[in-house]
């Protein structure tokens, strides 16, 4: 992971990209970097997503929305790599998220969950838009311009259940409820 890491912070410096966050992100230094009306871009991640955490910076970073990024770290292990690689993050550790799989512990699961709309609701009352996603997306292209036609709605939402029929053909292979039972 680490040279995955190295190779990923060098590929964004031949590109002129700078990871230069020496330590933590604070509301208050990201509201310098984010006007009223602007886009914060957010993420959760804890260890057991570390990689994925990289590749989500990374891609946000290449375009060109690193003073915008907020990745929300739930625990100590990720902060510690993050800084190493002078990336952006909030610390979000918090009691009661500590297990490696957040999604096998309901309690933890729901604490993250509860945690995410506090931070959420820091940046929206502060009237910064947020553009929260999960760590395992990738972004290719900027989604604010298609975004800001849309400014009229209060919230914007989707679901990882793009096709409740697809959905539904692979539950039983790995092992989860299909979208339908989760409505």
């Known amino acids: ?52 955490a990289y590749n989500w910076v990374a891609h946000v970073y290449m375009l060109r929305k690193e003073m915008q990024l907020v990745l929300a770290s739930l625990d100590g292990a990720l902060q510690v790599q993050l800084r190493r690689h002078r990336l952006p993050f909030f610390n979000f550790n918090r009691a009661g998220t500590t297990s490696a799989d957040l999604r096998s512990n309901v309690t933890e699961f729901r604490l993250m969950g509860a945690l995410k709309g506090e931070l959420l609701l820091s940046v929206l009352n502060a009237r910064r838009n947020v553009l929260l996603s999960d760590v395992d997306v990738i972004w290719l292209a900027d989604p604010e311009p298609l975004l800001r036609t849309l400014w009229d709605a209060d919230v914007m939402s989707a679901t990882d259940c793009l096709s409740p029929i697809a959905d539904d053909d692979r539950a039983p292979q790995i092992g989860r409820a299909s979208c339908r039972e989760r409505v």
């Open 1 to 52: 992971t680490h040279e995955r890491v190295g190779a990923a912070s060098a590929a964004l410096k031949a590109r002129g990209l700078s990871t230069w966050f020496d330590e933590e992100r604070t509301l208050p230094a990201l509201f310098e970097d984010v006007p009223e009306g602007g886009v914060v871009w957010m993420s959760f991640a804890n260890e057991a997503f570390q990689t994925l």
